[in-house]
């Protein structure tokens, strides 16, 4: 089976929100068979109710039939030799043959109903259940025959769309959130603009940024924390956005007591950004903090009186005192800042709107730092969400899990109330993300760990089945390396010795010793790897919904419980790969894939011509040679089901 890589982008760009694919096997919608399936011990039943009954039929002909034909036929046989003796020959040959009709028929009759009872008895029950099998099976397959050609035409794969605007995926491996992100983002970039926050620390969004750049989608991608300044993540914001989304990604998962101090953060924040004149950056801000603590500040970013103002008038020396924590705190989370963005005293220009939009937290920024970018682009997407102008994009959060349960309710209010569809994944399935568990359409992939396993097995329904396909693919190649190594050593000594005997007479006495040691060590080995090309689909067995069948499903399975008058289980696939499968396409036939962007439009990043995928990046869809300058993540430790 070959799968051709323009023939997939072609697919996977295609309008209409999807999450994957369901498998539609023919045989399970092909109508079932009217007839049931023959019964052995109904068989057995049958055989010895026809046995009674052919033995009662002969016993009846024996007592009624037989006894009364015989005697009826000698009755009239003596009639006729009667008659004959008369010389009534006519008469005579006619009750003659009466005779013979009358205990012909009652001997025939007992005759066929014995010949009957002897087979009605030797009957063999099990024999006649086989032939019935058999003869049902035929009917069987000629039924399923028809049905299949009926069900010709029908593609086996149909797209499994999210029924409702907000998904949230729990659990999965990163193959898995590589291969959904793809196949989600793709279609969501086909009928509108897309902004993806991939909080992963593994890249997930890498092979969707690399499909979008083959298909020629206008985008651009940042990395976080090293393009903070070019990504327009806080140029966006007015000062007071700035204050307030600080502030709360400053106090991101703080417990309710820290309101007082985030409430004296923000209005620290304020006044300095007052004077400031409104011209707030983070290299200002951490200037005008440095500036109250009496700390040097790197010249050009502050005019004398703003020093002045906020070295020495802003703060009442009591009220200094104070709140000397808050300025401590905030001086280090500025400073960080400012180190990204630069020391300038104004922001870069954000950069014009693309239609695809990723932001990337850095492998290696799991810090505080990266709780920080964190909660600063949860904020700026939430105003994105809110203030767009043109048509509403699509949001897509990846590592959900580093986000406080408050902070995701506003950006999905957001989300909801401007009609935008959101997507979150999350690694886990415990304490925020279990308490937003039910906010909208859930879907589990993988959940190594047995308690989120229990709790997904709860949500969903122990009494619920499902099945999966399983799609192989995998490239090919051989590859042999062996090695030998010897090594051998030894060596020896012999000496002799004689004398002679000095008083018991003439002769001689000698001696003799040999030692010799000898040692080898010998080792070899082998390196071997082996591939192939193939794709192939077949289907499997179909699995109960268990905590033990949830830690162990397949990279990219997904099991999407939708709530339509009750709960529905569904199956879905999300390996890029199947949209390039014979059936595998969602739409017939596949539109043209739409530009909704003129070329004028693209960041400057973009405007070299971009390369289609090719079979060898198709394999996996990783943007090694990406013109997005995309960077691949170090595998996570424990392989690549670190997400567990």
């Not at 999210?162 to 999965?172: A, E, L, M, N, S």
């Not at 939430?382 to 590592?399: E, L, M, R």
């Amino acid at each position: 089976m070959t799968v051709q890589p323009a023939l997939v982008l072609d697919r996977l760009f295609t309008p209409g929100a999807r999450l994957g694919w369901v498998f539609r096997d023919p045989r399970r919608m092909a109508a079932p068979f009217p007839e049931p399936r023959p019964d052995p011990e109904r068989t057995r039943d049958q055989v010895a109710a026809r046995a009674a009954a052919a033995q009662a039929r002969y016993a009846r002909a024996r007592r009624w039939v037989v006894k009364p034909s015989l005697a009826a036929g000698l009755t009239l046989a003596l009639a006729a030799g009667y008659l004959d003796g008369r010389h009534h020959v006519v008469a005579a040959v006619v009750f003659g043959l009466a005779a013979a009709a009358a205990a012909g028929s009652g001997l025939g009759y007992t005759a066929g109903t014995w010949w009957w009872q002897r087979q009605a008895a030797a009957a063999d029950p099990d024999g006649e259940y086989h032939q019935a099998r058999d003869a049902w099976e035929e009917r069987a397959a000629a039924h399923q025959r028809t049905e299949l050609a009926r069900l010709g035409p029908v593609p086996s794969w149909s797209s499994a769309e999210p029924p409702t605007r907000r998904t949230d995926v729990f659990g999965g491996s990163l193959p898995g959130w590589r291969g959904l992100l793809t196949v989600h983002g793709a279609s969501l970039l086909a009928a509108r603009p897309l902004l993806v926050v991939d909080l992963s620390g593994q890249l997930a969004s890498d092979p969707l940024t690399a499909a979008a750049q083959a298909a020629r989608v206008p985008g651009a991608w940042y990395a976080l924390p090293a393009d903070l300044d070019r990504c327009g993540l806080l140029t966006r914001l007015t000062a007071a956005q700035f204050a307030d989304a600080l502030t709360e990604a400053i106090h991101a998962g703080a417990p309710g007591g820290a309101r007082t101090d985030r409430a004296v953060d923000v209005r620290i924040l304020e006044q300095l950004g007052a004077v400031l004149g409104g011209r707030v950056s983070p290299a200002r801000l951490a200037a005008a903090v440095a500036a109250a603590l009496g700390h040097p500040v790197p010249p050009g970013l502050l005019s004398a009186r703003e020093h002045a103002t906020a070295s020495g008038g802003l703060f009442p020396a009591g009220y200094q005192q104070q709140i000397i924590g808050n300025l401590v705190r905030l001086d280090a989370f500025l400073a960080d800042l400012a180190r990204y963005t630069g020391y300038a005293p104004v922001l870069s220009p954000p950069p014009a709107p693309a239609w695809y939009t990723c932001l990337a937290l850095d492998p290696a920024a799991r810090s505080a730092r990266g709780e920080m970018l964190t909660a600063l682009a949860v904020q700026w997407l939430t105003v994105q969400v809110s203030a767009s102008p043109a048509s509403t994009p699509a949001v897509i959060v990846a590592g959900a899990d580093e986000i406080t349960r408050p902070h995701l309710e506003r950006l999905a209010g957001a989300c909801e109330q401007r009609g935008v569809p959101l997507t979150f994944l999350f690694r886990h399935l415990r304490e925020d993300s279990l308490a937003v568990l039910g906010g909208g359409t859930a879907a589990f992939m993988r959940l190594g760990h047995h308690a989120e396993a229990e709790q997904a097995a709860n949500y969903l329904g122990r009494r619920h089945t499902f099945v999966l396909s399983q799609l192989t693919a995998s490239h090919g190649g051989s590859e042999s390396l062996t090695r030998s190594d010897s090594y051998g050593h030894g060596d020896g000594t012999t000496s002799s010795s004689s004398w002679a005997e000095l008083s018991l007479g003439p002769g001689s006495r000698s001696d003799g010793r040999s030692t010799s040691r000898n040692w080898s060590a010998g080792s070899s080995w082998a390196d071997g790897t082996n591939w192939s090309d193939a794709a192939s689909l077949q289907r499997v067995y179909e699995y109960a919904v268990e905590p033990a069948v949830l830690q162990s499903l397949p990279d990219h399975a997904l099991l999407l419980a939708a709530r339509d008058g009750g709960r529905h289980l569904r199956a879905v696939e999300c390996d890029p790969a199947i949209s390039g499968l014979a059936g595998g396409r969602s739409r017939l036939p596949v539109p043209a894939r739409p530009h909704p962007v003129p070329a004028q439009a693209r960041p400057a990043e973009l405007t070299t011509p971009l390369p289609r995928l090719t079979p060898a990046r198709l394999g996996g869809l990783y943007p090694r040679d990406s013109g997005y300058t995309v960077r691949t993540a170090p595998p996570p430790p424990g392989g690549t089901d670190a997400y567990q």
